[in-house]
């Protein structure tokens, strides 16, 4: 039997009988490096974004940027007291505003940004109005990585 958990006080809750019964072992994961890092956001990007929203070399770019201001997957789940479970089916929408509220970016302001740029434009269907707001975020974002290596 294998038990994978987070939780750190696991062994301490359980019955001296269960402890007794299976031998315990404690194995920590190490982190992602960069390359690590780069191909688990490859693969996030090819499922959840149309293939004109990402760039592999940005997000190579951002997986070394990451790894370099010690941004690890690990070490901010267990630090933060996240856990991973699943989820009912997000729109792309949400994901992408996760995604861009994660990054510290605010969604207001580039959602109203796209609103003055365009006064005149009225959507036919919720999608477009998506597809819209999901452009805007994806120009927020590179707006601001430019803005972030233009600083280095």
């Known amino acids: 039997m294998v038990h994978l958990s987070l939780e750190t006080t696991l062994l301490s809750s ?3 009988r269960v402890k007794d019964t299976f031998r315990f072992e404690r194995v920590e994961l190490g982190d992602y490096d960069a390359s690590e890092l780069g191909s688990i956001l490859s693969d996030r990007c090819r499922v959840g974004l149309k293939d ?9 770019m951002i997986a070394r940027l990451a790894y370099e201001r010690g941004l690890r997957v690990r070490g901010v ?6 856990s991973i479970r699943p989820k009912a089916q997000t729109s792309k929408i949400d994901m992408v505003k996760e995604f861009v509220r ?7 302001d580039a959602l109203t940004e796209m609103h003055l740029l ?3 434009r ?3 269907t919720n999608q ?6 999901i452009r ?7 707006d601001n990585l430019k803005k972030e290596l233009s600083l280095r």
């Open 77 to 82: 789940y267990s630090n933060a007291g996240l």
């Open 14 to 16: 359980l019955d001296s």
């Open 122 to 124: 009225i959507f036919a």
């Open 136 to 142: 805007a975020l994806s120009r927020a974002f590179m």
């Open 128 to 133: 477009e109005r998506e597809d819209d707001q």
């Open 102 to 108: 994660g990054l510290g970016l605010n969604l207001e």
């Open 52 to 60: 004109t929203a990402y760039d592999l070399g940005i997000v190579a």
């Open 118 to 120: 365009s006064p005149h």
